[in-house]
């Protein structure tokens, strides 16, 4: 099964009001990858606060950044090519924070294309992986969660973070030591790398 290591720059931290400025994604271990400006849905303007976070600029978008039906098409058309590569016709998509931000914002993508009758992924044959709560299960009782704190645990180097596939190249190594602990946790002949679903059970149903 292919592993997709996702993460979107935002206009703001409003997972269900703000818009989505950047896209980028890669399938774990290839050079398969996305990477996408795109400017506001709602036509507003970035602030000053996001673009000293994220270095993207209101000039930057107007000259570089796609319509969002287009942005949001290309990285549909994208991820259904993988799920068509795949035996089982799932993947798996990893966030760091996911199911609080990047996993309410892909879900927002597929609900546009949705009402322009546009065919997007079935979500039940997507296996959704947080590793802000696979951190939280590994690790516990650390002061901070935070994908750059994790980083500089494990010594990752994350170069321009807060920009989307910065923070993919970084995230895919993170992923990497995490699902190698997970197989120290758990002791299981099955490599968790191979087996996303078990990943996302121990996060949310071990004990």
Same mark, same amino acid.
């Given at each position: 099964m292919?592993?997709?290591?996702?993460?979107?720059?935002?206009s703001g931290l409003n997972q269900?009001?703000d818009?989505?400025?950047?896209?980028?994604a890669k399938?774990?271990n290839?050079d398969?990858?996305?990477?996408?400006?795109?400017?506001?849905?709602?036509?507003?303007m970035?602030?000053q606060?996001i673009?000293?976070?994220?270095g993207?600029?209101?000039?930057?978008l107007?000259?570089?950044g796609?319509?969002?039906?287009t942005?949001?098409?290309?990285f549909? /058309?994208?991820?259904?090519n993988?799920? !068509?590569d795949s035996?089982? #016709?799932? %993947?798996?998509?990893v966030?760091h924070n996911?199911? *609080?931000?990047d996993?309410?914002?892909?879900?927002?993508?597929?609900? /546009?294309?949705?009402?322009?009758?546009? !065919?997007t992924?079935?979500? #039940?044959? %997507?296996?959704?992986i947080?590793?802000?709560l696979l *951190?939280k299960r590994?690790i516990?009782?650390r002061?901070?969660?935070?994908?750059?704190t994790?980083?500089?645990t494990?010594?990752?180097?994350? #170069?321009g973070?807060h920009?989307a596939?910065n923070?993919?190249v970084?995230l895919?190594?993170?992923?990497?030591v995490l699902?190698?602990?997970?197989n120290k946790?758990?002791n299981?002949?099955?490599?968790?790398?191979?087996?996303?679903q078990?990943t996302?059970?121990?996060?949310?149903f071990?004990k």
């Amino acid at each position: 099964m292919q592993t997709v290591i996702l993460d979107f720059e935002t206009s703001g931290l409003n997972q269900y009001h703000d818009d989505i400025i950047e896209i980028g994604a890669k399938v774990l271990n290839s050079d398969n990858k996305i990477s996408i400006l795109l400017r506001p849905k709602s036509n507003e303007m970035i602030s000053q606060e996001i673009t000293s976070l994220t270095g993207i600029s209101n000039k930057m978008l107007a000259k570089e950044g796609l319509k969002w039906q287009t942005a949001y098409t290309q990285f549909n /058309e994208w991820l259904l090519n993988i799920m !068509k590569d795949s035996d089982s #016709k799932q %993947i798996a998509i990893v966030s760091h924070n996911g199911e *609080s931000f990047d996993f309410i914002f892909l879900r927002r993508i597929f609900s /546009e294309l949705n009402s322009l009758d546009i !065919k997007t992924p079935n979500l #039940k044959n %997507i296996i959704l992986i947080d590793t802000l709560l696979l *951190s939280k299960r590994l690790i516990p009782n650390r002061v901070s969660y935070r994908q750059g704190t994790l980083c500089q645990t494990f010594s990752i180097e994350a #170069k321009g973070s807060h920009r989307a596939f910065n923070d993919v190249v970084a995230l895919e190594q993170l992923y990497l030591v995490l699902s190698d602990e997970l197989n120290k946790t758990i002791n299981n002949r099955r490599n968790v790398l191979h087996y996303p679903q078990m990943t996302h059970d121990y996060i949310h149903f071990k004990k």
